[in-house]
């Protein structure tokens, strides 16, 4: 080929409507899966793109060459010894091998290699043009796809999102030939189902795929889109006196529930306006998709709504809308209102009639589990000092009040303010305010990577809450496994791990986890303490090693670090942050040489004791006397300076023993035949191989590079 024939592919799916909340996700896997398939199969392009609306999810591929890259390649054959006979004719197997490469059997190679004397063929193959390569690609996309939930639809036992319903493959304007569970690829694709023609739209090519999208009211690029709707509604907003409040979130729910954006404004009655703030703004954003709008930060009786669609009808749309939200505004009063005629506190005993779990009471018994743990979290102190003499009656008053909006009516209509609502009651019924803040803290975080609690009590009352979740749910042996994880644990894993890395208070997770254990025993009898305690443990310690390598730390140094086990998780961050800091430095490699011969004799002691006056040899001696010094030294340090600095400073006095510890092992026999003298040397063995885990285990380190 003397030139590259490069044109776009389009590969659309056309499928009923896809849930928003999927629509993200699927882009993303769509543009991983296609690029990594059309590199495996040594196909040249220039960008890989994915639009989705929500009747489409189309894969767009920017100058894709007409052929593969060929490929040269060396296959491995038989022995010699079974290629060749003795007199050194080629055996049945040598030419049934250069058979199957396509070559003659001359043309084997003979090569040596570590596992001994082999043939091999060279072989070239020529790349294949992309038709007869890329329609195994689309299927391998469509069935490599993963989504929450999906459906089976006709006689198939395929499942997807949901039901495919025409699929359009166009190399430039060259049709592929395509068939997937029955529906056979064309260049047909169907527009907006008002604004479009009522029957499929043809497509002349993919380079007009845009365009003709366009023509047939569909804006196909939930990019061009989303900015589209963001400058509609502001207009919007603007045109209504007001600023829209553009919340990303749903932003992009809107985006991926339109084709084609027409913004409009809706009022309601001004009374509304008296209720809570977030009473107005949940049914308006959750439940309708509606942008509120506010002047001078103040919520204002004006909303914006998007359609999918143009402006025919517009203002039977604005009044069919405006009547929704008047009746959910409406039953949002009605809640309010009955439920300021009942303190929270008076809630209380209503939570007994609420199921936290089966086998683990009520939700009053969680509530009062919490209350214990949360104080005896506070009164370990945290970074910050410790408790105020306010804070113990505080927390408590916050753990009594913090299940209790679930009795309310407005937390039973719109399930997602639960924590909100109570903290608003509670400023309402003049409840302190760190009071009332933590009892929406206490949920926090919502996600991972979210905003964690700010008050101290909110923070204490998040941890015990998450524990106390852990603790129930695993001592039912409801233990996460694969992708099932229905009672959120891993969520609450990590945030229990993220509050405490900030807050650092006096209690170990481990220690919470066991109190919380404690806790639950009683009430709900369950597996034995010490399954349930290893099974927490064991998820614990996984979320935090998985957690740190997704952020992109090296596996060997996570293992390392992870010696410090996830009691402190910030205690882990800080020794792999002196690991990173200093891998390379000279005193490393001297700190991990020294660890390794230390942990090599060490598996034999029997504990981390020994006398100095039973040390006989010069060498064990010295390196006693250097030991002793460096273990003070080095305890000082990690108290005084618990940071990576303090950290990499501790391993560098570590890494000051080498010399003695060599001298040791070269001069004294650790494994005498004196049973007492062979102990006391396995202990002081054990004593500096102990010493030196409490910064990390550096037998784990795979490269000091």
Request: glycine letters at 10%.
């Amino acid at each position: 080929m003397t030139a590259i024939n490069r044109r776009d592919l389009l590969f659309e799916l056309g499928i009923e409507e896809i849930p928003a909340r999927f629509a993200a996700k699927a882009a993303s896997d769509m543009e991983a899966l296609g690029r990594r398939y059309l590199e495996d199969a040594r196909l040249r392009f220039d960008t890989v793109t994915v639009f989705v609306t929500p009747r489409r999810l189309a894969l767009y591929v920017e100058g894709l060459g007409e052929f593969q890259g060929s490929l040269d390649r060396k296959v491995k054959g038989p022995s010699l010894r079974v290629a060749y006979d003795p007199s050194g004719k080629p055996t049945k197997a040598a030419l049934g091998f250069a058979k199957s490469q396509g070559i003659v059997v001359d043309n084997l190679l003979k090569v040596s290699d570590n596992g001994g004397d082999y043939v091999y063929a060279d072989v070239h193959e020529e790349g294949k043009r992309i038709d007869s390569v890329v329609p195994g690609i689309c299927e391998n996309i469509i069935r490599s796809m993963t989504f929450p939930k999906n459906m089976r639809w006709g006689n198939s036992d395929f499942r997807f999102v949901r039901p495919i319903r025409w699929i359009a493959l166009l190399w430039g304007d060259e049709v592929m030939g395509f068939t997937f569970e029955g529906i056979e690829a064309g260049s047909r694709s169907f527009g907006h189902r008002t604004l479009g023609p009522s029957g499929p739209i043809g497509l002349q090519a993919a380079e007009t795929y845009k365009d003709a999208m366009r023509s047939a009211g569909v804006i196909v690029d939930q990019r061009e889109r989303a900015e589209m709707i963001s400058e509609l509604v502001k207009a919007a907003a603007q045109a209504a006196g007001g600023e829209a409040d553009m919340d990303p979130g749903l932003l992009e729910e809107v985006n991926y529930i339109v084709e084609m954006p027409t913004a409009f404004v809706g009022r309601f009655d001004e009374q509304y306006l008296m209720l809570p703030e977030i009473c107005v703004t949940t049914p308006m954003m959750g439940h309708q998709r509606y942008f509120p709008v506010r002047r001078g930060g103040k919520l204002i009786n004006s909303f914006v709504a998007v359609r999918n669609g143009g402006k025919q009808g517009i203002e039977n749309v604005r009044c069919g809308n405006e009547r929704v939200l008047a009746a959910r505004l409406a039953d949002a009063k009605f809640f309010f209102e009955e439920d300021m005629a009942t303190k929270l506190a008076a809630r209380l005993d209503s939570l007994d009639g609420v199921t936290f779990a089966e086998g683990l009471g009520s939700m009053k018994d969680k509530t009062l589990r919490i209350a214990g743990l949360s104080s005896r979290i506070l009164s370990t102190g945290d970074r910050s000092g410790m408790p105020g003499e306010n804070e113990p009656s505080m927390l408590r008053e916050a753990a009594l009040l913090s299940k209790c909006d679930l009795a309310t009516n407005m937390v039973k209509e719109f399930t997602e303010l639960e924590g909100e609502i109570g903290s608003i009651y509670a400023v309402i019924e003049g409840k302190d305010k760190t009071v009332a803040s933590a009892i929406a803290e206490h949920y926090l975080p919502k996600y991972t990577g979210g905003p964690l609690p700010i008050t101290r009590i909110g923070a204490c009352l998040a941890m015990a809450d998450k524990a106390d979740s852990l603790a129930g749910y695993f001592g039912l042996g409801k233990v996460p496994t694969g992708s099932t994880d229905p009672f959120a644990l891993r969520r609450s894993a990590l945030g229990l791990m993220a509050i405490h890395e900030q807050k650092n208070p006096g209690m170990d997770l481990d220690e919470m986890l066991k109190e919380a254990v404690d806790g639950i025993w009683p009430e709900a009898a369950p597996r034995p303490k010490e399954d349930i305690l290893k099974d927490l443990g064991d998820f614990m310690e996984g979320r935090l090693k998985g957690q740190l390598i997704d952020e992109g730390h090296r596996y060997d140094l996570v293992e390392a670090a992870m010696v410090l086990g996830y009691g402190r998780p910030s205690s882990v961050r800080v020794a792999l942050g002196a690991l990173e800091k200093d891998l390379g430095e000279g005193w490393m490699e001297e700190m991990a040489t020294a660890f390794i011969r230390v942990r090599n004799i060490a598996k034999d002691a029997a504990d981390a004791s020994y006398e100095e006056g039973m040390l006989v040899e010069e060498a064990e001696k010295a390196l006693s006397d250097g030991y002793s010094k460096a273990k003070d030294e080095i305890g000082r340090i990690l108290v005084a300076d618990p940071s990576v600095d303090g950290y990499a400073k501790a391993m560098n006095r570590f890494a000051g023993l080498k010399p003695a510890i060599d001298r040791f092992f070269d001069e004294v026999m650790v494994m005498c035949e004196d049973e007492a003298l062979r102990r006391n040397r396995l202990g002081l063995v054990k004593s500096i191989e102990t010493t030196a885990l409490r910064m990390a285990d550096f037998s784990k380190i795979t490269t000091l590079q």
